[in-house]
């Protein structure tokens, strides 16, 4: 069987995800292609790198959630992208470490969102950083191009329990 032949079933199965990829990708301004390197991600990301597909469609800042992955200048290096998780927006309060004997909490400003890494141990985020201004994010991440062709879907999850001031 001829290696053609051989990636047939291959071709079909990411051949709808690839046309829609494609399109976006089609207009420049539609989105960009940033590698993602490092452990910050872990397990939501390989730390060896994905090429991830950046949502750049007009609006796509109020198609925002809390859970999306993100594109974003990082404040401290101008020169440098990084990808983290949107934790919360504007007029939401987070806990900065909640493993601490002394939580922090941070109340996020107008026009400012809080991203964190999924591997809490291992991510420069917001906690070093603290909230991001919206101008510095560059779009929503939307797809793994390579090396695991798939979608990234929002991650947010609910869990039970709540916060005391105890």
Same mark, same amino acid.
């Given at each position: ?21 494609? /399109? ?7 989105? !960009?292609?940033?590698?993602?390197? &490092?452990?910050?991600? *872990?397990?939501?990301? =390989? ?48 806990? /900065? ?7 922090? !909490?941070?109340?996020?400003?107008? &026009?400012?969102?809080? *991203?964190?890494?999924? =591997? ?47």
């Amino acid at each position: 069987m001829s290696r053609f032949a051989q990636l047939g079933p291959k071709i079909r199965q990411y051949g709808a995800n690839s046309a829609r990829m494609f /399109v976006y990708c089609a207009i420049p301004s539609a989105c !960009f292609i940033h590698t993602s390197l &490092g452990p910050s991600m *872990l397990p939501t990301l =390989n730390m060896a790198g994905d090429m991830l597909m950046i949502e750049r469609l007009p609006g796509w800042r109020k198609r925002l959630r809390v859970g999306d992955l993100v594109a974003f200048t990082t404040p401290y290096d101008p020169g440098r992208r990084a990808v983290k998780r949107l934790l919360a927006e504007a007029g939401d309060t987070v806990c /900065v470490d909640p493993k601490s004997k002394h939580p922090s !909490f941070v109340l996020v400003p107008k &026009g400012h969102v809080w *991203l964190q890494g999924d =591997n809490f141990n291992n991510s420069t985020d917001s906690r070093v950083y603290g909230p991001i201004p919206l101008g510095l994010l560059h779009g929503r991440v939307t797809w793994c191009v390579w090396p695991s062709p798939r979608r990234i879907k929002n991650g947010a999850e609910i869990l039970p329990g709540h916060f005391t001031d105890a």
